[in-house]
């Protein structure tokens, strides 16, 4: 199936680290640029990180800079997002996508598949 997969969420406490990991059957992901979004309720999907396929490349929402860490293992076909220092807003469901644009924080628009998120809550 053309659909990602997300797994490794949970609950951590503020300051602590979760690393969120993203697979597909039906992709191969190391030819496509992935994305990483954030949703909470009443509140529009955020883009977080991407990773280009060509050279690796990555971009980050200033939100998470110097905390957050996207990479890729091709062998395993899986995209990480390392999140150290969470916060309570980072909290929400985190998605990952993948066929789209990574010139820039990812826009929702520009990504063709989407997986059906795992939740992140961080607190005390």
């Known amino acids: 199936q053309l659909q990602p997969v997300e797994s490794g969420g949970g609950l951590v406490q503020p300051g602590g680290s979760l690393t969120l990991s993203c697979t597909s059957s039906g992709f191969t992901l190391g030819y496509h640029a992935i994305g ?12 977080v990180s ?7 490349t990555a971009f980050y929402v200033d939100s998470v800079k110097g905390r957050f860490t996207i990479s890729r293992d091709n062998a395993k076909n899986r995209v990480y997002l390392q999140m150290k220092s969470l916060k309570s807003e980072d909290t929400g469901v985190y998605f990952c996508a993948a066929d789209g644009y990574c010139d820039a924080p990812p826009h929702p628009d520009d990504f063709s ?3 059906q998120g795992t939740q992140v809550t961080v607190s005390s």
């Not at 990483?36 to 883009?47: L, Y």
């Not at 991407?50 to 690796?56: A, E, P, T």
Request: charged share 35%; proline share 5%.
């Open 36 to 47: 990483w979004f954030r949703q909470v309720p009443g509140k529009e999907r955020e883009g």
């Open 50 to 56: 991407c990773i280009r396929s060509k050279d690796n």
């Open 113 to 115: 598949y989407w997986g």
